[in-house]
């Protein structure tokens, strides 16, 4: 199957400081990655979509100045989470689905996640 | 009221246990994904589906677009098998790929 990679997997920062998060497809290429964002015990929710050669759309009540994204090639996707806060703190995941004719046709439109970054912020 | 819903929210079962988990969703669908996330975050996907039943090894998913439904069942659960299971859809005329989430269910199988 697909693999989607993060990088990197757990990171501390101090308060003011921005961290970049990679999320890249191995064996296949992505014009759109999806980032989450996941509390504890919550479900994951959507921050944006990221699409290869333009604008990142973001979410409802989510900054973009906040968190930038670059959907720098067809395989990595980077969130920066600017100036982060303790609020920032939490687990993000980026996924990405297959578009046809980028893979085997028994995993059209599937969707391949990330194994998260978990952020702590201090 | 969220557009998907799962339950249960918890469940535990004995090892050995056939084990149902429900999802009902409000939308139009293009597809229904069934997910599980292991206590360390990562998710990987089980079932992409669009109608009828789908198998691998203990793990069978059905769904009925009618009665927008979906199940995931466990056949002779194992303790490794305690996780998170999230059903995702893919809304008919939304945005390509983009999944609507449900809360999850938290399954914790005791030897």
């Given amino acids: ?24 497809s191995l064996d ?25 050669g333009s604008k990142a759309t973001y979410e409802q009540g989510v900054e973009k100045d906040k968190f930038l994204i670059n959907h720098a090639s067809l395989t990595l996707s980077t969130l920066t989470v ?5 609020e920032d703190s939490s687990f993000y995941i980026c996924s990405a689905p297959v578009a046809p004719g980028k893979l085997l046709a028994t995993f059209y439109n599937e969707q391949f996640f990330g194994p998260g970054t978990r952020l702590t912020v201090l | 009221k969220n557009e998907v819903e799962q339950s249960p929210q918890n469940l535990t079962a004995q090892e050995g246990e056939f084990i149902t988990i429900n999802c009902s969703y409000s939308v139009g669908i293009s597809a229904l994904h069934w997910l599980q996330q292991h206590p360390g975050g990562g998710i ?24 927008k439904h979906s199940s995931l069942h466990i056949t002779a659960s194992h303790p490794r098998d305690s996780a998170v299971y999230i059903c995702a859809v893919r809304a008919r005329g939304g945005a390509t790929n983009k999944l609507i989430f449900g809360t999850g269910t938290l399954l914790a199988v005791q030897p």
């Fill in chain 1, 1 to 24: 199957g697909a693999v989607v990679s993060q990088h990197p997997s757990r990171v501390i920062c101090k308060s003011g400081t921005s961290v970049k998060i990679e999320c890249r």
């Fill in chain 1, 28 to 52: 296949f290429q992505a014009t759109t990655m999806f980032w989450y964002r996941q509390f504890p015990k919550k479900s994951l929710m959507l921050m944006a979509t990221s699409n290869e």
């Fill in chain 1, 82 to 86: 600017t100036s982060a806060h303790p």
């Fill in chain 2, 44 to 67: 990987v996907s089980l079932f992409m589906l669009s109608s009828g039943k789908k198998k691998h090894g203990r793990l069978i998913a059905t769904i009925n677009i009618q009665e």
